[in-house]
């Protein structure tokens, strides 16, 4: 159907914009709702009174309806994960069994971490990416890194500096831990949370990690001398740097 000028948004007639614009112009008069998968088109919609739903909305109505066996719509979920459609309903098991038909590389249940929507079922997420996390050690732990990347972008976007720190510090000492407290691991992994920290305006979060896994430890362990004993010996790889300041934030913390 063609559509002639966008009356609704006389302000945004560009090709591109008209391209995207042009669902809601012939909506509108017509009284019709959208199917569109794009966050941002449907709030818009919603604006100016269109109703929308997604694909997902879709689906649930055609099994509410009988029209479709909930299987078939688990598969067409997991064919939409699979090609890197996002802030899907969380599924553990099809983020799994994604993750290992790529082998624990980075591809569709990686990108899916990154994705704030994902962590509101924080408690799932986590099981999926402790999971993954032993499944990467025991494969190539070389891997961990972006993974915990991935993992900290999602999972502290939109909070405080304070919070994207607390956050970040959080699934720092999740993932060393999960990775047995291996020197080398812990020494790439300190940089690559930084890294996420810093991109949404956190702060360092070693001192952080070095706070809680000492504290873990002395609690398992009961007794400080033990506790500092096996961070020496996680830090051991740590550039100089790093390893100074983490040497006093355990030294000063007392744990």
């Known amino acids: 159907m063609a559509v002639g000028a966008l009356s609704q948004f006389p302000q945004m007639a560009g090709d591109y914009t008209r391209s995207w614009l042009a669902p809601l112009e012939l909506a509108k008069p ?3 709702a959208v199917l569109s ?3 941002a088109l449907r709030r818009l919609a919603r604006s100016l009174g269109i109703p929308t739903f997604g694909s997902i909305a879709m689906l649930e ?3 509410d309806e009988g ?7 688990d598969a067409a979920l997991l064919e939409l994960r699979r090609n890197f459609v996002v802030d899907l309903p969380v599924d553990a098991e099809q983020l799994r069994a994604v993750a290992e038909a790529d082998q624990w590389r980075p591809g569709p249940a990686y990108f899916a971490l990154t994705r704030p929507a994902i962590w509101q079922d924080r408690r799932r997420v986590l099981d999926f990416y402790r999971t993954g996390q032993h499944q990467i050690v025991a494969a190539d732990p070389t891997g961990l890194p972006q993974w915990l990347h991935a993992a900290i972008l999602g ?6 500096p304070s919070g994207v720190t607390f956050g970040t ?3 720092l000492s999740l993932t060393t831990l999960q990775a047995n407290m291996d020197p080398e691991i812990f020494a790439k992994l300190v940089p690559a949370a930084r ?3 810093a991109e949404l305006g956190g702060d360092d979060p070693l001192p952080q990690t070095v706070r809680d896994i000492a504290a873990i430890f002395v609690e398992a362990l009961g007794h400080t001398e033990g506790a500092r004993y096996a961070l020496l010996h996680a830090f051991s790889a740590l550039d100089p740097a790093d390893r100074l300041l983490a040497v006093r934030e355990l030294i000063s913390g007392r744990p």
Request: charge should be negative; aromatic fraction near 4%.
């Open 30 to 32: 017509q009284g019709v």
């Open 37 to 39: 998968d794009d966050v």
């Open 61 to 63: 109505a055609l099994v």
């Open 67 to 73: 029209h479709l066996e909930r299987a078939t719509r």
């Open 155 to 160: 999972f502290a976007d939109g909070q405080p």
């Open 169 to 171: 510090g959080l699934l």
């Open 195 to 197: 890294q996420a920290a």
